[in-house]
């Protein structure tokens, strides 16, 4: 059974650019999570989507956003881009009806903003 | 907003020795989750509870949920090479919904051969 996936691995922008990251979760998973990770803040939660409705948004700017499509794979957007971004963006899937907090995480988008 | 307090930040051991560490908060959880990341990985999930005082065990990893719902531990019997790595809890709060999780700053496990 194939992982959750997320695309790209790697990147690197500059200030003031956006970026799109995109994540397939486990087939048959139909709920997907975003958590950003840093050194000094750990895992926090971003936002949390289910049947293509965002169900629960953690304390980030406007500039981070998502969606999900109707075959559950997600995508997240962060417009105008700054040095505090830097992060592993993780995200991770789960089977509705699941035991709460059974997260499958993906290998993470590695964002680098110079 | 709430935040797990996890300790110790690292741990350097001998393998074969035996590892505890833990995780408290000022607010109740419904649920405490025990998750390893390794470098370049996600975290996966070593164990689960959901029930204040459950004891369970994953192999050498046992966990409790405390009494109170505040915290929780995470044992490591005969500590083995392949541990290394940095662990954190997770607890998701009462009327949480099911991806959202607040996660401790990790505890950061070497294992000397």
């Known amino acids: 059974k194939a992982g959750v996936t997320q695309t790209p691995r790697y990147l690197i922008k500059t200030r003031g650019q956006q970026v799109t990251l995109s994540c397939s979760p486990i087939s048959g998973h139909r709920s997907v999570s975003w958590y950003q990770q840093t050194p000094g803040q750990g895992l926090q939660f971003l936002f949390e989507?289910?049947?293509?409705?965002?169900?629960n948004k953690g304390n980030f700017p406007g500039r981070f956003s998502g969606r999900q499509f109707s075959n559950s794979r997600s995508e997240m957007n962060v417009s105008t881009l700054e040095l505090g971004d830097s992060a592993l963006y993780l995200c991770?899937?789960?089977?509705?009806?699941?035991?709460?907090?059974?997260?499958?995480f993906g290998e993470g988008s590695r964002l680098t903003v110079l | 907003g709430q935040q797990l307090n996890q300790s110790p930040q690292s741990m350097f051991i001998q393998e074969g020795e035996d590892v505890s560490m833990n995780c408290t908060s000022s607010?109740?959880?419904?649920?405490w989750l025990w998750y390893k990341q390794e470098p370049g990985e996600g975290p996966v999930l070593l164990i689960a509870l959901y029930k204040a005082g459950e004891l369970t065990s994953n192999g050498r990893l046992t966990a409790q949920f405390g009494i109170t719902r505040k915290d929780s531990f995470l044992n490591i019997s005969a500590s083995i090479p392949s541990d290394v790595g940095i662990y954190f809890c997770a607890g998701q709060s009462p009327g949480g919904s099911q991806g959202n999780l607040i996660f401790g700053k990790g505890t950061k496990l070497s294992v000397k051969p």
């Open positions: 989507y289910f049947s293509e409705t965002q169900r």
């Open positions: 607010s109740i959880f419904n649920t």
């Open positions: 991770a899937s789960t089977l509705q009806g699941a035991n709460t907090g059974e997260l499958f």
